[in-house]
Nanobody, 121 residues
């Protein structure tokens, strides 16, 4: 009933930029926090960046100053602008959205299918 559709992943050279976008589709009442996670084989999933409904942002230390997360509530989208990418940024990136499917329901988490970001010379 709720789907997250991601786009923008791909192959980029070190120092380059990519922009990831995620759009929520389906039936829901409202969206709370939106964020991006990443994961590489053999390692735990890592929170990269998040933005609350009030606009408060959070970043993992390794991307501060390079990545920017933003949201457009009119379109139910969240975007991660990634600049000055390095080899350690290579991972599968997953969109995460916490939302309420109806008024007075508990918050639920939804995940995108994942999009590959590869940084390679």
């Amino acid at each position: 009933q709720v789907r997250l559709v991601e786009s923008g992943g791909g192959l980029v050279q070190p120092g380059g930029s990519l922009r990831l976008s995620c759009a929520a589709f389906g039936s829901f009442f409202s969206i709370n926090t939106m964020g991006w996670y990443r994961q590489v084989p053999g390692k735990e999933r890592e929170l990269v960046a998040s933005v609350t409904g009030g606009g408060t942002t959070k970043y993992v230390d390794s991307v501060k100053g390079r990545f920017t997360i933003s949201r457009d509530d009119s379109k139910n989208t969240v975007t991660l602008q990634m600049n000055r990418l390095n080899l350690e940024d290579t991972a599968v990136y997953y969109c995460n959205v916490g939302l309420y499917r109806d008024y007075d329901w508990d918050e639920e988490d939804y995940w995108g299918q994942g999009t590959q970001v590869t940084v390679s010379s």
